[in-house]
């Protein structure tokens, strides 16, 4: 049971966060619909970069995010 407004507001803002993973999967998903998924590597890693991921990362999750677009 929650006690305090203090407590109240931790628990709502816990609901609002995501793991590690979902975050790097969400921004390389931006990296690709933004690029496609035929990009050359330096732009990928350009961007990559910008979204705050790795090329390595964009290639882990390259097929996850061309079954959504296909």
Known sequence: MIK??????????SEFTVSKETDQRLRVGSVWTLLGFDAPRAE????AKRYGVT??????WKAYW????D
Do not use: G, P, Q, V
Not at 66 to 69: G, K, M, P, T
């Open 44 to 47: 990928i890693e350009h961007w």
């Open 55 to 60: 090329y390595d990362l964009c290639m882990k």
């Open 4 to 13: 305090t407004e203090e407590e109240l507001t931790e628990k709502m803002h």
């Open 66 to 69: 061309r079954n959504l677009h």
